[in-house]
C-alpha cells in the first residue's frame, strides 16, 4: 500500500465511497445529504491541510486522509485529522496506515499533538484503532451523535500529545 499526497484526478474515486459512509449516518457528523462540490470542499484540503489517498499496487484508491491544524490562531498547534476507508477494501489495514501517516505527517510539521473532535461512540472499531495508536479519550459528550439506528449515542473527543 502506498500512501500518497491526493490530487484532483484522485476525486472521483473518493467521492462513491465518502457518499456512501456519509448516507449510511453511523460515523461523521456531515449532513446525510451531503452535495459533491460541499463534499469536496471539506476533504480536498489546500495548505497548510493535506489530504492523501492510500492505494494499492494497481493504483485504486482504498482509503482517504484529511490532516490540518485543529484550530486556527493559537490553537494551531494540535493538528486534526479524518479518515474514511472505501466499504470494499476495509479490514486490510488501510485505516491504521493512514493513521499512522497522519500521526508522522503532524510530527514532521511540528505539531504538538492531535485531536480527533468527534469520534462516534458506537463506533467501536475506530475507538480501538485511535487507542491502540496512542490517542485517549479525553471526554465524551453525552448524546452528542444521532445516529440512524442506536439513537443519540456519546460523542468521544480523543487526543495525543505528540
Do not use: C
Not at 76 to 89: Q, T
Not at 114 to 139: K, P
Amino acid at each position: 500500500m502506498l500512501i500518497r499526497d491526493a490530487n484532483a484526478a484522485d476525486w472521483p474515486a473518493i467521492w462513491p465511497f465518502f457518499r456512501s459512509v456519509v448516507q449510511v449516518g453511523e460515523t461523521y457528523t456531515y449532513p446525510q445529504d451531503i452535495d459533491e462540490p460541499t463534499a469536496r470542499e471539506l476533504w480536498m484540503l489546500r495548505p497548510p491541510g493535506r489530504t492523501v489517498v492510500a492505494v494499492d499496487d494497481s493504483g485504486t484508491v482504498l482509503g482517504s486522509a484529511k490532516m490540518n491544524p485543529n484550530q486556527t490562531g493559537n490553537g494551531a498547534h494540535i493538528a486534526g485529522a479524518s479518515f474514511m476507508v472505501d466499504p470494499r477494501y476495509r479490514r486490510r489495514g488501510t485505516a491504521r496506515a493512514l493513521g499512522e501517516h497522519a500521526l508522522a505527517w503532524a510530527r514532521t510539521e511540528g505539531y504538538r499533538g492531535m485531536q480527533f473532535n468527534a469520534v462516534v461512540e458506537s463506533n467501536t472499531g475506530a475507538v480501538a484503532l485511535w487507542q491502540s495508536l496512542g490517542f485517549r479519550i479525553m471526554t465524551t459528550i453525552p448524546e452528542g451523535f444521532h445516529h440512524p439506528t442506536e439513537g443519540y449515542v456519546g460523542l468521544h473527543i480523543m487526543y495525543q500529545p505528540l
